[in-house]
């Protein structure tokens, strides 16, 4: 009887020091609000307005980029602009950093990268969310998340895509990271 006790406290002892090494920030569950993890959080704004000759007060671009080590045993979300990835537990094997960029806030385009590389092909699905608050209500109802297919230069609607006019969001499951934008009527969202 002894040696289940042991089994099990050994076990306990593991969790706990991973979940130590983890931290909860790359949880699902954890508090939204700024706190240490926001701060890999990146907002920039450029313009090139002086070269095209265009008013710089309408022309000023705004990029979002996060970065985030996520621990496949644990999942997470990492969140930039307008754009969420929910890694659910399991998806990818060991630890990696995934980077979300919304590389101009006005528009509903988002590339998403992960290192290693080797992490780049999920075991179970992740499912990109688009926030899609600003697309008027009609275009909302019929819109879905497209692939950019580098292979073609074509946008290819993902198949799974649903839109939840309750949230006002757009998602879709993925099984790998690459370019994805919002669409609706085969013209980019917002």
């Not at 644990?74 to 960029?101: K, N």
């Not at 699905?125 to 275009?139: E, K, T």
Request: aromatic share 6%; net charge positive.
């Amino acid at each position: 009887m002894a040696r289940p006790f042991r089994f099990s406290r050994h076990l306990a002892f593991a969790l706990a020091g991973m979940l130590a090494l983890a931290g909860c920030s790359n949880l699902p569950t954890k508090p939204s609000g700024l706190d240490s993890s926001d701060l890999g959080t990146t907002v920039t704004s450029g313009s090139s307005a002086g070269i095209l000759g265009l008013d710089p007060q309408t022309s000023v671009t705004s990029t979002a980029t996060t970065t985030r080590t996520i621990v496949g045993l644990l999942g997470g979300t990492v969140t930039a602009g307008d754009f969420t990835v929910v890694i659910p537990p399991g998806a990818i094997l060991g630890t990696a950093a995934v980077t979300v960029t919304q590389p101009d806030r006005s528009h509903s385009v988002v590339q998403l990268g992960i290192a290693p590389a080797s992490s780049n092909k999920f075991l179970l699905p992740v499912l990109l969310v688009a926030n899609a608050r600003v697309m008027d209500r009609s275009l909302l109802a019929v819109a879905y998340i497209s692939y950019f297919n580098p292979a073609t230069g074509q946008w290819e609607r993902m198949p799974a895509s649903s839109v939840s006019l309750l949230n006002l969001t757009v998602t879709t499951p993925l099984w790998h990271f690459s370019t994805y934008r919002v669409e609706s009527g085969g013209k980019a969202g917002w």
